[in-house]
């Protein structure tokens, strides 16, 4: 559990500080980028590596 400490704080700050960013400022647009592409980061190495089966490639299946 303490491996989804990092994600779910990003998360929970995000939702937290959501209802005072403005969608009309730049900095605001790219902070919420700046954090997408940092859960996407964490995300998918994990997803490759822990959750995606290895493929063999002398069996075919």
Do not use: C, K, N
Request: glycine share 2%; aromatic share 14%.
């Amino acid at each position: 559990m303490a491996q989804f400490a990092p994600m779910a704080l990003v998360i929970g700050v995000m939702m937290l500080a959501s209802p005072f960013l403005r969608r009309d400022q730049l900095w605001a647009r790219w902070l919420v980028v700046f954090f997408l592409i940092a859960l996407i980061a964490r995300y998918l190495p994990w997803r490759i590596t822990e959750t995606v089966i290895p493929a063999d490639l002398t069996t075919f299946q």
